[in-house]
Nanobody, 123 residues
Framework: QVTVVESGGGLVQAGGSLRLSCAAP?????LGWFRQSPGKEGEFVGA????????YYPYSESGRFTLSGDNAKNTVYLKMNSLKPEDSAVYYC???????????????????WGQGTQVTVSS
């Protein structure tokens, strides 16, 4: 088990940007981001695999969100640009401990979850 800690959420106006951080000290194979807003199903936002520093995004991703990582710090960053009110949600980071993990859009691929960080985008 590892402790996953998110940070960087907050209130931002539509069109603005935020950068979320996810720190997960320890041996992980990938870190992923999901979001949950009231009345909606949880949604995969993106993931980074430490194997080759490959990033994965949902099929619907518009290019507004970008993942990057610092392997030495076991930290992944989610940069969100051109934010919209519908991006408002609690953003959760999760760590996979499965070596060679695939299909990172599935929550079941992750073993440890953070407490979440609130992102609110005002119109």
């Amino acid at each position: 088990q590892v402790t996953v800690v998110e940070s960087g959420g907050g209130l931002v106006q539509a069109g603005g940007s935020l950068r979320l951080s996810c720190a997960a000290p320890g041996h992980t194979s990938a870190l992923g981001w999901f979001r949950q807003s009231p009345g909606k199903e949880g949604e995969f936002v993106g993931a980074l695999s430490w194997c080759g520093m490959r990033t994965y995004y949902p099929y619907s991703e518009s290019g507004r969100f970008t993942l990057s990582g610092d392997n030495a710090k076991n930290t992944v960053y989610l940069k969100m640009n051109s934010l919209k009110p519908e991006d408002s949600a609690v953003y959760y980071c999760a760590a996979s401990l499965i070596d060679g993990v695939l299909v990172l859009r599935l929550p079941a691929r992750y073993n440890c979850w953070g407490q979440g960080t609130q992102v609110t985008v005002s119109s």
